[in-house]
């Protein structure tokens, strides 16, 4: 019997110190979701999907790199540049620029006792894509813009983020015409994760994007899970990786597979 209480007393010593640890850490950053929670930050992506239906196979393959600046407890700025290479059965091999684009994000964490509560969102805006065809998936002589929300919850080693994100295409009047259609679509995210070592944690993401016009654009539907794990180092930053998986059945699928590789540098760790 003292033996069992032996166990018990440095199973819960062990428990109380690893919910310690990770009570009094910001949020993590998700793998594949867009974050509504601020931080300062690099951050390198390579990635890969593929889909492949009727025949048909696409590949896309892409290099980028993101930077956020927090220049207040709840405001940071945000943009991104990247490359990338798309591939169509019986079709020339594209490379093009990702297209420009800035953004501001608010994100303010709460202390409810022992959890944290976050309430934050978003405003991204997206230039034209230069030097690209047009492809199903957007028209690249149009703007983008992208308004987010999100709410997040963290208790001990266990987090989760969520987001709803709108996004449609826009010219520079901000109005469609009679001759023209603006491709818009609905996006739902949700990135629990645990951490089960001081410096690992793991992801469990879930992403489903609906179009608003379902017959017209149903090439942008797609839902997909995305497991994967990030492992952060003291002085070296944090390394990630996370795959993506259909959920829904092939042909109504924009994504069959994909993976995601990403280097974080945060600048700091509040």
């Known amino acids: ?23 009094n850490k910001g949020f993590a950053h998700p793998l594949q979701i867009e974050p509504v929670a601020v931080y300062s930050k690099v951050r390198g992506s390579l990635g890969y999907w593929d889909k492949d239906f009727n025949q048909v196979k696409e590949i896309n393959k892409n290099a980028s790199i993101e930077g956020e600046y927090k220049f207040s407890d709840s405001f940071s700025v945000i943009s991104s540049l990247g490359r990338t290479e798309y591939s169509q059965t019986d079709t020339t091999k594209e490379v093009t620029w990702d297209r420009y684009n800035v953004g501001l994000k608010y994100g303010k964490i709460f202390e409810m006792g022992s959890s944290q509560f976050l309430i934050g969102g978003g405003l991204r805006v997206y230039d034209k894509k ?7 998936y957007e028209n690249p002589d149009y703007y983008l813009i992208r308004p987010n929300f ?3 919850y963290k208790y001990g080693i266990f987090q989760i983020m969520t987001e709803f994100r709108f996004q449609s295409e826009t010219n520079r ?66 390394f990630s990786f996370s795959l ?26 509040n």
Do not use: C, W
């Open 130 to 136: 230069r030097n690209s065809l047009f492809r199903e």
């Open 244 to 269: 993506s998986l259909g959920v829904l059945p092939k042909a109504d699928n924009a994504i069959d597979r994909g993976i995601r590789f990403s280097y974080f540098y945060f600048f700091d760790t």
């Open 1 to 23: 019997m003292k033996q069992i209480y032996l166990v018990l007393i440095l199973f819960f010593t062990f428990a109380s110190n690893i919910y310690s640890q990770y009570n």
């Open 173 to 238: 009047h901000g109005r469609e015409s009679k001759l023209e259609e603006f491709k818009r679509y609905y996006q739902v995210g949700v990135a629990p994760s645990f951490a089960i070592a001081d410096s690992i944690r793991i992801f469990t993401e879930l992403e489903y994007r609906e179009p608003v016009d379902k017959t017209a654009d149903k090439n942008l539907r797609y839902f997909n899970f995305y497991p994967g794990v990030s492992m952060n180092t003291e002085s070296l930053g944090t």
């Open 150 to 152: 999100g709410l997040g």
